[in-house]
């Protein structure tokens, strides 16, 4: 590669490196997302003038036809599908990893590795992983976008010998990228893209919704990977920067989610909870009554409220209550109240899922507070306001050791004076665990759809 282009990739992963900095905090989120776009931009031209690119019909074809598919789906998505959509791209990602392995396998000598049935071991190495990461992360990605949509059962899917089947096939496709090392037989690689298909599937269904956003972020790292080795084939420095970015940050965020919800990472991949046989430790509370609160009852308790504390869960994003959320926020800020945000690292269905909805409805970003910044203004808070969250607040996490969710780190909303639990109903959260909460002394459940009780608050507190 020539000094110009090396140089323009260069610039480029420096662009991308800067547009992770900034994506890390909501308030340089849309300059970081600036730095992105421009060094994609700068990338893609690169590549359209290098040498060995000497037809442009298909190239800018794609171009037009997936810019114009994004953009459109970019324009029509809303907020609430975002992690699905999130997965669904994922997929994208493990599907052109594999492709590209499979036309560098087909055609070596166009990118300088070879010749059929006599390809460089090192390439071999980089394509044979990049093409099982690929494919891994392409099915994977399929069930995550299918437990997120609702096509497939948000529920573990287990049977018998699960996990020493898919041993069995991990072995097994060790064992096929060696003999590929060996044979370099079109039958052994073709084998390794379907036991790698195979693979993202089963490693995906046993595990329950309410692991879903360690799987995403797992998802992710799993693509940058796959770019990574794709980018080793192509010798193309940028893909490989650019990978191992994305690669890099994807296993950290999982590593922060598995953290939030005090599990290891085997933890995840052997067995998520959220399936029938997830309440068992999560205790008996059919022989007590919860204490069944209204809007006005909600609204005269903010209103005369010092501190409020608002947590949004996932129920906030599947009633679009986050507008009407910040409306309220900002009639109690009005009348002298102070008014916090207090955010669950695996709150909603993906990571940073509740910042972004927050974000979109204009609410401050120093009123968003994360779990440990907060937690311990529980304790002064005069009122807490839960729409649609559950397991991030269940106090078994603390105090039951049978519970599935013990050690897992909760807001501490039960310290608050009173707590406000907007729900449509006295159900389980996505973990299918109860949440004694329910029941306590100084909780009122506001049952119903968390944008409409919303919108009864506020019409309540402007005729207080």
Known sequence: MSTLPALSYLISSVFFIMALRGLSSPVTAKGGLRFGVIGMALAIVTTLFLNEVNSYGVILLGIFVGGAIGATIAKKIDMTDLPQLVAAFHSLVGLAAVFVAMAAYLNPEAYHIGTRGDIKIASLI??????????VTFTGSIIAWGKLQGTISGKPVTFTGQHKLNAALGALLVALLLLLLVTQSDTVFYAIILLSLALGILMIIPIGGADMPVIVSMLNSYSGWAAAGIGFTLHNNLLIVTGALVGASGAILSYIMCKGMNRSFMNVILGGFGGDDAAGGAGDYSDRTAKIGSADDAAFLMKNASTVIIVPGYGMAVAQAQHVLR???????????NVKYAIHPVAGRMPGHMNVLLAEANVPYDEVFELEDINRDFAQA????VIGANDITNPAAKNDSTSPIYGMPILDVEKAKTVLFSKRSM???YAGID?????????????????????EI????ETL
């Open 327 to 337: 409306e309220m926020g900002d009639i109690l800020k009005a009348e002298g109240v």
């Open 435 to 455: 949440n004694p909460l329910f029941f306590e002394d100084n909780t009122y459940m506001l049952l119903g759809d968390a944008k409409k009780m919303t919108e």
């Open 427 to 429: 159900g389980s959260g």
């Open 382 to 385: 005069d009122v807490a306001y």
């Open 126 to 135: 980089e394509m044979s992983l990049g093409v099982a990461i690929g494919a």
């Open 458 to 461: 506020v019409k309540a507190l």
